[in-house]
């Protein structure tokens, strides 16, 4: 099965933009629809993208359009989120998370692997 590793979160200022990384291990990532989800303090795991297997679709929550970007490079088994224009309620734990399917979903039930996730916090 896979692994996954989130990195590049850390503390910026509301404005700034950062780049998070999930690398694969075990195998590769091109046999997984990938997702990234976040979870604040005292609220549910929330759905931000997702980008399929096969394909350029991808899908991401209206709270972030139009701000962040999902990308992923099989070649270096490594998946992207790009966040600009960070505000204080994009403070959150960020995870991605892996599923054995052609098409993404938003419903993190539906994701069977998981990193350990890596924390955002925006200050105002």
């Known amino acids: 099965q896979v692994q996954l590793v989130e990195s590049g979160g850390g503390l910026v200022q509301a404005g700034d933009s950062l780049r998070l990384s999930c690398a694969a291990s075990g195998r590769t990532l091109r046999r997984y629809t990938m997702g990234w989800f976040r979870q604040a303090p005292g609220k549910e795991r929330e759905f931000v993208s997702a980008i399929p297997r096969i394909g350029y679709s991808t899908t991401y929550a209206d709270s972030v359009k139009g701000r962040f970007t999902i990308a992923r490079d099989d070649a270096k088994n490594t998946l992207y989120l790009q966040m600009n224009s960070l505000k204080p309620e994009d403070t959150a734990v960020y995870y991605c998370?892996?599923?054995?399917?052609?098409?993404?979903?938003?419903?993190?039930?539906?994701?069977?692997?998981w990193g350990q996730g890596t924390q955002v916090t925006v200050s105002s």
């Open positions: 998370a892996g599923r054995e399917h052609y098409f993404p979903s938003v419903d993190s039930g539906d994701y069977r692997y």
